[in-house]
């Protein structure tokens, strides 16, 4: 299994980022398994965002739920990544990556990951 995330390079503050992570190799309707989106800000740790489920379900983290939005289209094998209201602190290496069930142990049991895209939020 293959993932690619792709979208721009550069955000302005208040704008909205959107970035799509393409799957090949493997459906992301696969029975529990879990698409995440986990980003990694200069200097800091992984941070884990959201996921969206086999069945469409989706899980965030608590403390971006109220800006994050994770969808997905199941004919193109693509999962979509929406954060609004974007500032220079969400500033980060992007990542989309794939867990089973126990997707919330992370980073414990992520078995795919994308290779990440650079995401500057600047005016």
């Known amino acids: 299994v293959q993932l690619q995330e792709s979208g721009p390079g550069l955000v302005k503050p208040s704008q909205t980022l959107s970035l799509t992570c393409t799957v090949t190799?493997?459906?992301?309707?696969?029975?529990?398994?879990?698409w995440s989106w986990i980003r990694q800000p200069p200097g800091k740790g992984l941070e884990w965002m959201g996921a969206?489920?086999?069945?469409?379900?989706?899980d965030y983290s608590p403390s971006l739920k109220s800006r994050t939005s994770i969808s997905r289209d199941d004919a193109k094998n693509t999962v979509y990544l929406q954060m609004n209201s974007v500032i220079p602190e969400d500033t980060a290496v992007y990542y989309c990556?794939?867990?089973?069930?126990?997707?919330?142990?992370?980073?414990?049991?992520?078995?795919?990951w994308g290779q990440g895209t650079q995401v500057t939020v600047s005016s």
């Open positions: 990556a794939a867990a089973g069930p126990t997707y919330t142990l992370f980073p414990k049991g992520y078995n795919y």
């Open positions: 190799g493997g459906s992301i309707t696969t029975n529990d398994y879990y």
């Open positions: 969206i489920g086999s069945s469409g379900r989706t």
